[in-house]
């Protein structure tokens, strides 16, 4: 379904009165702007909850030019989750500042080619080791594959724009979208008890939204080293 498509989905299963005859911006409950902000608010639940919108191709979003002593990079905002990270085609190796502090003294002043990476969950990641001019002269570029969310909120300008997940999902969506609508506070739409079965309901399909508490842990936890014994 496309934006158009899902305010007349909504107002059909909600029962507004948009699409009656005479039926003005007065006559409905929920005007198109708030429907289609339920619907950006869904995209982001899934994509947070569940991990559905990956991207390689996105330049603003996939690539990241490379400076000369410089190991701390700014990643898109949309980004929730590095994925597969490479310079120069080959892999680089996801890690943590507790490894890296265990393995070596000073890593961050360290300079030489990029063989690894920290990603803490915030909008940047560090580089080990920190690029030179020579090796930004072999790969000027890192390239990410990553999972995101929207990169930008969907509009009535737009009827025609399509989310960026398969189109079996998108019935799922409704769910929230239903959901936010018993929230307004209004008289005529707040259902609290209406809204909790909608949210059980996108819960069952996508799962639970992640705890920020447990997603700091995991990734704190170090990434696991096997030593060989001769």
Excluded at 65 to 82: C, D, F, K, M, N
Excluded at 110 to 137: F, M, N, Q, W
Excluded at 193 to 214: C, I, L, M, W, Y
């Amino acid at each position: 379904m496309d934006v158009e498509q899902f305010i007349a989905t909504f107002r059909s299963v909600l029962d507004d009165k948009a699409n009656s005859v005479g039926g003005g911006s007065d006559d409905v409950l929920w005007s198109d702007e708030e429907i289609v902000g339920y619907l950006t608010e869904a995209v982001n639940e899934v994509a947070e909850r569940a991990l559905l919108i990956e991207d390689h191709t996105t330049p603003a979003v996939c690539s990241i030019a490379l400076q000369a002593g410089v190991g701390e990079y700014t990643l898109h905002p949309s980004v929730l989750r590095i994925k597969r990270l490479t310079w120069n085609g080959r892999p680089l190796d996801v890690t943590s500042t507790e490894a890296l502090d265990d393995e070596h003294v000073a890593w961050e002043t360290l300079a030489g080619r990029p063989c690894r990476y920290v990603h803490s969950g915030s909008d940047t990641l560090r580089l080990y080791r920190i690029p030179r001019a020579e090796d930004i002269a072999v790969a000027p570029t890192l390239a990410l594959t990553v999972y995101r969310t929207p990169l930008a909120p969907y509009s009535v300008a737009s009827p025609n724009e399509v989310p960026e997940l398969k189109t079996l999902y998108h019935d799922r969506l409704m769910q929230w979208m239903y959901r936010c609508a018993y929230l307004k506070k209004d008289s005529e739409t707040f259902d609290p008890n209406a809204a909790a079965k909608h949210e059980a309901a996108f819960t069952a399909s996508f799962g639970q939204r992640p705890d920020a508490n447990v997603q700091r842990k995991r990734r704190d936890k170090r990434p696991p080293v096997v030593r060989i014994r001769f």
